[in-house]
């Protein structure tokens, strides 16, 4: 089993977030999180911009690691066989 992302709380109840987990989050340095919690999961997520208009949209797909994935999800979408 791969092993998870994880960090250390400092003193002052910092913490660096893995590179792995800005990448794939698209966070740089001077970004703001958010901590969200639903269904009893704490959930870090770049923090929403409120005036956006795309915001209710943020979250509503599935993540993907590559387009291979992409277009597996879009078949299953179209009833393709796999």
């Known amino acids: 089993m791969p092993r998870s992302p994880s960090s250390t709380i ?3 109840g910092q913490i660096t977030v893995p590179q792995e ?15 969200v919690i639903e269904n009893g999961l704490t959930i870090m997520r770049p ?3 409120p005036q956006s208009r ?10 993907f690691s590559g387009p291979d994935e992409i277009n ?3 078949g299953t979408l179209r009833d ?3």
């Open 10 to 12: 400092s003193s002052k």
């Open 21 to 35: 987990i800005r990448h794939r989050l698209g966070l740089k340095e001077g970004d703001r999180v958010e901590f």
């Open 47 to 49: 923090a929403r911009n």
């Open 54 to 63: 795309f915001e209710k949209y943020i979250g509503a797909l599935p993540v």
């Open 72 to 74: 597996a999800w879009v």
């Open 80 to 82: 393709e066989p796999a």
